[in-house]
């Protein structure tokens, strides 16, 4: 990975990190979650899950825009990060009580489905989409109407020549 691969990702983490930190800050200011000392609930563990799916889309979006090449890639890449950064929150919340144990292990699980969903949507609206593979490639052509015009007249073609009469 070059400088500007490596910029893309560190970007997208970095976007996630400060903005959804920034939302707690403010979800906790104004009441709407606990004081940072007590746990949160389950509907909250759903608010904050919603949010940070959100903003992790957005993330990986950016890092998609910001790759030199390969746009998916590296919103994959920011992806199995996320998954990294996960299970390290997995690890050092699990026993002090901070909300339910769900929690953190869906916020790992999640970091690749939603890179991918940005990545994806990066894609769309650039144009910069992948080749597609040749099963993709063989299904459309099969699909064509003019080919299939274009096969049967071959066809019909070649028996009309050969010496097959049925």
């Given at each position: ?20 930190t ?39 979006w ?23 950064l ?18 953190p ?62």
């Open positions: 990975m070059n400088k500007k691969s490596i910029w893309a990702v560190v970007a997208g983490a970095l976007v996630i990190i400060v903005v959804t920034l939302v707690d800050i403010v979800l906790h200011a104004t009441g709407v979650f606990p004081p940072m000392n007590q746990p949160i609930s389950d509907a909250l563990a759903v608010l904050a899950t919603s949010y940070r799916v959100v903003i992790s889309i957005g993330g990986a950016l890092t998609a825009r910001l790759a030199p090449d390969k746009p998916m890639k590296h919103a994959m890449i920011l992806g199995y990060v996320g998954v990294a996960g299970l390290v929150g997995v690890v050092a919340t699990w026993n002090l009580g901070l909300g339910p144990r769900w929690y292990i869906l916020l790992a699980v999640l970091a690749i489905p939603q890179c991918w969903a940005g990545g994806r949507i990066y894609e769309m609206q650039s144009g910069k989409r992948r080749r597609p593979t040749l099963i993709q490639s063989t299904l459309v052509r099969a699909a064509d109407p003019t080919l299939q015009r274009r096969r049967a007249d071959i066809y019909l073609s070649y028996r009309a020549n050969s010496n097959l009469k049925t």
